[in-house]
């Protein structure tokens, strides 16, 4: 079966835009998982909730299948919903929207800061209207959005800030780690993220109450606090993950200080040897610790976007745009008719000239060589 592959070449000059450092122990972990027939969610969930709650200093942790299904709970469990309205970005993935939607409110979005691409908090503060219910604040590429001036706001109107921090496992404001400031944080796994599982992702919080409806919403309604016997308090979903995925995350998390120390590295030889005026290098502002999740520069004219994907492909380098204009996807520009070179132009900017490159564990030195020298000759 494997003597016919045997002619043909295996391509591996092809550096990928991202890709999941899974090791041996990963693996062996979901071996004996797999082995002792106890997939579902068990003792393994357990000890990643606790390993994560330790990791972040906070009182609970609550894992699903997706850091979207975290994000539409926590909104749900804090009863958002119909006649609400939710601040969100509108430079970020598509689901810190969706979420929203799908629970039934309207999301209110606010355009980004050019310099760290986070939601402008200014801004915020003129889009708090009578209906406003939460904010989602994105720390997007694994930078921390200014939580100071934005818990502020959220104390003075009563609002509740659910920190979608997908990417920045890891990424401190000062001393505080992203997903710990708000009501609640939301955490993925995906394989783009810090530590993966394939899909799955954490809500950490420090309220007993609200982690006690999201593991009853995880988990069909389930009574978690009775354990006498089987009851179901509320109509809840199934957004459980499974202790196989909770089993590869927990060595992926004691590894992450390492993981996040190479991405350092790498993100410091773009900074020194990207040498490119038509490169515009990220800023970080000086009190944040940014975890590296993506590097994003913006392509300054004459490069365009696509042709310079394009043409680093060709060359053997993976790279893309780093975030959507949320605004500008067809189902929000249908629904609410934006035009989003006059309501949002940062955004949009971000998304038409932004590019992710390469930057994770497996990049060798010579590789992130060979990715400065193409980006130095665009
Ligand atoms: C990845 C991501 C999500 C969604 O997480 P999934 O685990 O893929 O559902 C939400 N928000 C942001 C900002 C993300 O980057």
Redesign the pocket.
């Known amino acids: 079966m494997f003597e016919k592959n045997v002619n043909i070449p295996i391509i591996n000059d092809f550096i990928p835009l991202a890709s999941p450092d899974i090791r041996s122990e990963d693996i062996e972990n979901v071996i004996t998982v797999l082995q002792s027939g106890n997939l579902v969610q068990g003792k393994k969930v357990d000890q990643l909730e606790k390993a994560i709650a330790e990791y972040l200093h906070v009182d609970h942790c609550i894992a699903m299948n997706?850091?979207?299904?975290?994000?539409q709970l926590i909104l749900l469990a804090l009863g958002v919903g119909s006649g609400d309205e939710v601040i969100v970005p509108a430079f970020?993935?598509v689901?810190?929207a969706n979420v929203v939607e799908n629970v039934g409110a309207k999301p209110i979005f606010v355009d980004i800061d050019v310099e760290t691409f986070n939601i402008n908090v200014q801004a915020v503060e003129e889009s708090i209207g009578s209906r406003t219910k939460a904010i989602i604040p994105?720390?997007?590429f694994g930078l921390m959005v200014d939580t100071t001036p934005l818990m502020d706001l959220s104390e003075k109107h009563n609002l509740f800030v659910v920190e979608?921090a997908?990417?920045a496992l890891g990424a401190k404001d000062e001393s505080q780690f992203a997903g710990t400031v708000g009501i609640a944080g939301?955490f993925?796994?995906?394989p783009?993220?810090a530590i993966t599982s394939g899909?799955?992702?954490v809500v950490v919080t420090n309220e007993e109450l609200l982690a006690s409806k999201l593991r009853a919403l995880r988990n069909h309604g389930i009574d978690s606090e009775n354990t006498s016997r089987m009851d179901f308090i509320m109509a809840g979903y199934n957004c459980r993950m499974t202790d196989f995925q909770a089993a590869m995350l927990i060595s992926q998390l004691n590894r992450s200080t390492e993981a996040l120390k190479k991405r350092n590295h790498i993100a410091s030889r773009y900074f020194e040897e990207i040498r490119n005026e038509k490169i515009q290098l990220p800023f970080i502002p000086k009190n944040k610790t940014p975890n590296w999740?993506t590097f994003h520069v913006m392509l300054r004219e004459p490069l365009v976007q696509k042709e310079v994907i394009e043409r680093l492909r060709k060359d053997g380098i993976g790279t893309n745009y780093g975030?959507q204009c949320i605004p500008e996807q067809s189902y929000y520009k249908n629904k609410y008719g934006y035009n989003c070179r006059i309501d949002f132009p940062n955004a949009l900017r971000a998304y038409e000239t932004g590019l992710a490159l390469p930057i994770y564990e497996k990049l060798t030195d010579q590789e992130v060589t060979v990715i400065i020298e193409n980006v130095n000759r665009l």
Do not use: I, P
């Open positions: 997706s850091g979207t299904s975290t994000l970020s993935y689901a810190t994105v720390h997007e979608d997908a990417c939301s993925s796994f995906h783009r993220k899909e799955g992702g999740q975030a």
